[in-house]
Every structure is written in structure tokens, then in C-alpha cells.
């Protein structure tokens, strides 16, 4: 039985505090001030509807992005965003606690640059620093969020809650997850969120033309029935975890692989052995495809030697070095070619990030060149 039940008012002030983490940088938008006119009706009315469980999400805002590459975004309603901060409050460090160390996308501290720092410590390790022959093997899955499948997400995490409920949420803490949150409520939201459909009554921003160049495997529109997750919520960021951490646990603890780690859907396992890597490809892809309705890319599985380099996370991984991916560099040179030059202050922020970016590698003759036009603009 749960122990802790949530209040109305501890409800209350969860959602001031999840409309200030929705709100954050955008502050100038005017859906947020629409919302914030009236902010104490809203959020009282939003508890409400909550607290009775007689929430129901509004429809959302369906539009094409070119940046960094053509994809199709779900806008959820910002009364929406601020409960999926508030359900992301409530579980985030709960689902993290079951997530293996080298899971890397959206998880504090653990963003792209430890991932490619991983890579290099997995190579390292496996090469016996770099004097034995090493491959990794690079797998990515076909349109990932259009094919997941919601009711299995669902039972994934619910079977997650009820088995880290009766955990301590710290070594040091005596407390136990739920004694610290509502169960119930988490379930409840759980289902609400993970089972909506986002194509149902959402709204197109744009023409229909953007759509027409767009694959189908990236488009929600044409996913199975009863499967994908919107691009654009929080809340898809984080059961995108949830739901390969099946993956990931089945590589680690089933196959035994001690050099493997994962961002999002593009994952890696570096071994000495050719064969071996060959032989996880295929018992990975039939896993997929007997427990999570996924298919892995085949065009973008391969072994690579680690003297050749390897790819990942915008980053050219080589014995002692990596640099910045041609893919990146290219964006890079798209993007300068079109900064407004009028306006000194966002081309100075443009310039410096890309300054801060090159300076993780052996990219010298690049960011130098970024240093010479900062300094001379």
C-alpha cells in the first residue's frame, strides 16, 4: 500500500514550481503571457482537474523543423508543458536510478561530451591503450520514436515504479520512493501522458508541401497504430530512456558486453573481436524485434577499426585525438554563412559557442579561425 497521498495544496505548489521550469527561456512567448495573465486561475484550475483526475491534455501544434536536419515536432499546449515538468519532478531521478552509467541523452551531466569521452575510455580499455587491434560496432534504429509502442512504454514503466517504490531514495536517506511520492498520482499521470495520441486533433503550422519530402518512418502520421512518441516533450526525452533501458540492460547483463554505451538511439559496443561484434549485431536485432517492436537501420550498422576513427555525437574518435565530424563542420560553415552580421551581440554569442565547441578537439585551424573573426568583429 502507498504511504505517502499527495494534497491539494503540495499539488498547488508543485505546479508553481513546474510553471517556472516550463517558462524558462520563454519568458517573451506569447503563449506564456496569454498564461501567465491569469496565472493563479490557470494553475488553480490545472489542480484541480489534476487532483479529481479528470485531466485531459489539449490537442498540440504540429510543425516541420530543417535544423540540424528535417524532423517533425509535436508542440504540446504550455498548459500541458508544465505537467509534463511536473511528472518529469516527480520521476526523473526515480527512472535514472534503474538507467545504466553509459546512458547518455538527457540526463544531467551526462550529455554529449561525457558520451564521447566514454567512447574514448571504452577504446582505451579494449585496446589495452591502443596496442591490440579494436573494432566498435555502431547500430542505430529506424525511426525510433515513431515506433514505440505506447502500451508497452506504459508497462515498462509502471513495472519500473513498482519495483524502485519500495527503494530507499538515497543510500543515506531512509526513506523509500514511495514514501516520498504519491504512487497513485505517478501512475495516474504515467498512463495519461504515455497513452495520448499526438496526431489526435493536433493542429498543422505550416503547408502540406514541407511534409511531402519527409520519410515516412519519421512521421507520426504514418507510425503503426498505437505507436510513437512526440519530438518536442519533455516527457518523450525521458521514456525514450525508459524504454531502452530494456536495450541496454539485455546488453549489459544478458550478452555480457562491458564496453557498450547509447545516446537516444544511436548505441555502440567495442570489443577485440570482430566475430563477437558481428555476433551482438544480430542477436540485438532479434531482440528488438521480439521485445520492443523495433527495427534496427542495417544501412547504418558497422564495424569499425579504431585506427580508421569512429563517428559518434558530432565527434571523429581516433587513437589520441578526436575532431569535429565533417557532418558538424559543414553545419557549422551553413550557419556562419547566414548569421545576421548587423547584429553584434548574437554574432559574438554564435561565434564564441562555436569557439567553446572546437575546443573539446584537435580542431586548431577551425577554432582559431573563429577566434581571429570574434576578435576582429
Known amino acids: 500500500m502507498d504511504v505517502f497521498n499527495l494534497s491539494r495544496e503540495q499539488l498547488l505548489a508543485d505546479l508553481y514550481q513546474a510553471y517556472f521550469d516550463a517558462r524558462r527561456h520563454k519568458r517573451n512567448k506569447p503563449y506564456q503571457q496569454r498564461f501567465e495573465a491569469h496565472l493563479d486561475h490557470n494553475l488553480n484550475a490545472l489542480c484541480y482537474a489534476l487532483y479529481s483526475r479528470t485531466y485531459k491534455p489539449y490537442p498540440s501544434t504540429c510543425f516541420i523543423i530543417t535544423d540540424p536536419k528535417k524532423r517533425e515536432v509535436f508542440a504540446a499546449d504550455f498548459r500541458d508543458r508544465i505537467v509534463h515538468h511536473l511528472y ?21 551531466n551526462r550529455g554529449t561530451h561525457f558520451g564521447i569521452k566514454r567512447l574514448e575510455q571504452h577504446i582505451r580499455q579494449e585496446s589495452q591503450h591502443y596496442t591490440v587491434p579494436c573494432y566498435v560496432l555502431k547500430m542505430d ?10 502500451q508497452r512504454l506504459l508497462d515498462i514503466c509502471l513495472d519500473s515504479l513498482a519495483r524502485m517504490s519500495t527503494h530507499r531514495v538515497l543510500k543515506h536517506v531512509p526513506k523509500t520512493w514511495q514514501e516520498v511520492l504519491d504512487m497513485d498520482f505517478v501512475r495516474y499521470l504515467t498512463r495519461e501522458i504515455v497513452l495520448l495520441n499526438p496526431i489526435e486533433d493536433c493542429r498543422l503550422h505550416g503547408s502540406e508541401e514541407e511534409w511531402a519530402d519527409l520519410p515516412k518512418s519519421k512521421s507520426l502520421f504514418h ?14 526525452q525521458l521514456f525514450s530512456n525508459v524504454y531502452l533501458n530494456v536495450l541496454d540492460q539485455y546488453v549489459k547483463r544478458e550478452l555480457g558486453c562491458r564496453h557498450y554505451g547509447r545516446y537516444v538511439d544511436d548505441f555502440y559496443v567495442v570489443s577485440a573481436d570482430r566475430e563477437y561484434l558481428l555476433e551482438v549485431a544480430e542477436r540485438v536485432k532479434e531482440m528488438l524485434a521480439e ?40 553545419r557549422m560553415c551553413e550557419k556562419l554563412r547566414h548569421l545576421p552580421w548587423g547584429d553584434r551581440e548574437k554574432v559574438m554569442a554564435s561565434l564564441q559557442s562555436y569557439e567553446g565547441l572546437l575546443s573539446h578537439g584537435r580542431n586548431r585551424r577551425l577554432w582559431t579561425n573563429c577566434t581571429i573573426h570574434s576578435a576582429l568583429f
Open 88 to 108: 518529469y519532478n516527480y520521476t526523473h531521478a526515480l527512472y535514472e536510478r534503474t538507467f545504466i552509467y553509459d546512458t547518455y541523452s538527457c540526463i544531467r
Open 141 to 150: 534504429i529506424s525511426g525510433y520514436f515513431m515506433h514505440i509502442n505506447r
Open 223 to 236: 507510425s503503426p497504430a498505437g505507436c510513437g512518441l512526440p519530438i518536442g516533450n519533455l516527457t518523450s
Open 291 to 330: 521485445r520492443l517492436d523495433l527495427e534496427i537501420n542495417d544501412g547504418k550498422t558497422k564495424v569499425h577499426s579504431i585506427w580508421h576513427g569512429v563517428e559518434f555525437l558530432g565527434a571523429y574518435v581516433k587513437p589520441y585525438r578526436q575532431y569535429a565530424s565533417r557532418q558538424m563542420v559543414a
